[in-house]
């Protein structure tokens, strides 16, 4: 069975810096990864699928890369907005999600 | 509107059993796989179960194996998760989610049912 581990599991920063999420696959998924963020209350949303394509809907800032084991959503500048928790996702596997809070 | 409903959660005793729902709209749930995914409170997303888009194949994580089956009615447009024997460590947010044709991405969530297990 494939492990997902996040990290970190919290990224403290400010609006208009650069956030970097890891995710790292304990064995080798091709480009199968997905990204997801979540607010409280609200179910999650798909930003990235296979890696790096942007679901309907996503700023640009979002974007997705790697393959294999590591992988790594990169949101360029922060908008108010993105705070929130970010879970990437692989088959019937999720990571613990890492917490993107307002420093 | 694209959209996924859940209902049918609640308040259960231990050992009950509760039959949840999703309705979809705005598309036709017979193109794709669907599935199951729960949140326990404070904690992170859970895969549960899913199945295929005329119901012929379904999948399970091994916790609720035997006591939890997912069906479907594309006629009605509806997912459901019948679950028997229900036990605390079940306590979540049950959320359908639309797997993403060709893809293992949910790209459609509902808002979620929560189901309290607890005596």
């Known amino acids: 069975e494939i492990v997902l581990t996040q990290s970190p599991a919290t990224l403290s920063l400010s609006p208009g810096e650069r956030a970097t999420l890891s995710c790292r696959a304990s064995?080798?998924?091709?480009?199968?990864l997905a990204w997801y963020q979540q607010k409280p209350g609200q179910p999650p949303r798909l930003l990235i699928y296979?890696?790096?394509n942007r679901a309907t809907g996503i700023p640009a800032r979002f974007s997705g890369s790697g393959s294999g084991t590591d992988f790594t959503l990169t949101i360029s500048s922060l908008e108010p907005e993105d705070f929130a928790v970010y879970y990437c996702?692989?088959?019937?596997?999720f990571g613990q999600g890492t917490r993107l809070e307002i420093k | 509107e694209v959209q996924l409903v859940e209902s049918g959660g609640g308040l259960v005793q231990p050992g009950g059993s509760l039959r949840l729902s999703c309705a979809a709209s705005?598309?036709?749930?017979?193109?794709?796989?669907m599935s199951w995914v729960r949140q326990a409170p404070g904690k992170g997303l859970d895969w549960v179960a899913n199945?295929?888009?005329?119901?012929?194949?379904?999948y399970y994580v091994g916790s609720v194996k035997g006591r939890f089956t997912i069906s479907r009615d594309n006629a009605k447009n509806s997912l459901f998760l019948q679950m028997n024997s229900l036990r605390a460590e079940d306590t979540a947010v049950y959320y359908c989610?639309?797997?993403?044709?060709?893809?293992?991405?949910?790209?459609?969530w509902g808002q979620g049912t929560m189901v309290t297990v607890s005596s």
């Open positions: 989610a639309r797997e993403r044709f060709g893809s293992d991405a949910f790209d459609l």
């Open positions: 199945i295929k888009q005329d119901g012929s194949d379904k």
């Open positions: 296979d890696a790096s």
């Open positions: 705005g598309f036709t749930l017979s193109t794709n796989w």
């Open positions: 064995q080798s998924i091709g480009s199968y």
């Open positions: 996702q692989q088959r019937k596997t």
